[in-house]
């Protein structure tokens, strides 16, 4: 499966050969000291799996069904008339679908995919960055891309990549993608990133998104074993991201598509988990003009609020136990 994808999940290993986890993790190991693959948090890649990049065949038929409850989680962040951009990816693809559903839309993209899955949606306005097209992740990658996105605000970003960690933020592993999320990032008050635990602690060439600037992370339950994952959460919660866990028990505030406000459930498959954010910096706009803070806040707490800090790091600590 590794050889066929360029990267598996333990996950997805543990279901095709019908065992646990924990005995994929062990096999795993021994693969590796063997050197037949290189294993990462979560999963194994094919060695020199580092600067590697898979396609979209292999990525498609990744942690799916982590990505569709994701997807599913994320789309509940955004609102009736937004304007938002949707960097590529497939994750964002799977976002895409859902957010055909929201009246009024407008979605900046540089995403072939992206574009598609809204083609047909007759209430969703989609606006195509120039550039030039990759077809490995059919997407559009340039001077022509980033040119296109300049003087551009809108509210939020929804960007994946092939890493994420809290030293670095998120990475990917081709330049030119990480340039374009970079003016992606640019154009938005706030920046959410897409990333299954698999991603959590990985670490690629090039930086698209610092720490610093990312808003919130929507991510899944990390495996009962999977240290490094938990481990990575709470170093990103404890630099004020914000963590929404999809398929985890809690508290939701609106649900996906409809731009709800507290006190609508959301969802059994795509229950959130919010970290409140503790930086009042975080929800401005690039450049210091005020921006509106993310509507994830729990239980109408400002940001930095009194007793906030301990429960942020509660909240994770219970996640890591998980």
Not at 82 to 99: H, M, P, S
Not at 148 to 154: C, F, K, N, Y
Not at 188 to 199: F, I, R
């Amino acid at each position: 499966m590794v050889r066929a994808n360029g990267a598996v999940s333990l996950r997805e290993l543990a279901r095709v050969v019908q065992t646990s986890e924990v005995t994929v993790r062990r096999d795993v190991r021994a693969l590796e000291a063997e050197g037949l693959l290189d294993r990462r948090h979560g999963g194994a890649v094919l060695p020199g799996g580092f600067t590697r990049e898979s396609g979209f065949p292999q990525k498609s038929h990744l942690a799916t069904a982590e990505k569709t409850a994701i997807a599913d989680l994320a789309a509940s962040f955004v609102e009736e008339g937004e304007a938002i951009v949707v960097g590529a990816g497939t994750t964002t693809q799977e976002l895409a679908r859902r957010l055909a559903r929201v009246p009024g839309l407008t979605v900046v993209t540089n995403s072939l995919l992206v574009a598609q899955a809204l083609a047909h949606a007759n209430r969703v306005e989609v606006v195509m960055t120039g550039g030039t097209l990759r077809g490995s992740n059919y997407a559009l990658v340039g001077s022509g891309a980033e040119q296109s996105l300049h003087g551009l605000r809108v509210s939020k970003a929804f960007l994946s990549g092939s890493g994420l960690t809290a030293e670095r933020g998120l990475s990917t592993s081709n330049m030119l993608s990480a340039s374009v999320d970079r003016a992606l990032v640019q154009a938005a008050a706030e920046v959410v990133v897409l990333a299954d635990h698999t991603k959590l602690g990985s670490d690629t060439m090039f930086q698209t998104v610092p720490t610093d600037v990312i808003t919130r992370l929507v991510t899944d339950e990390p495996p009962v074993h999977d240290d490094r994952a938990g481990t990575e959460l709470q170093a990103l919660a404890d630099q004020g991201v914000q963590i929404a866990v999809a398929g985890s028990p809690g508290s939701g505030k609106g649900s996906p598509g409809n731009g709800a406000q507290g006190g609508d459930q959301v969802p059994a498959r795509g229950q959130r988990r919010d970290v409140p954010l503790p930086n009042p910096r975080r929800g401005q706009l690039p450049g210091g003009a005020a921006g509106h803070p993310l509507r994830g806040t729990m239980l109408g707490e400002q940001p930095g609020g009194p007793g906030e800090r301990e429960r942020e790091r509660a909240r994770v600590a219970d996640l890591r136990r998980r």
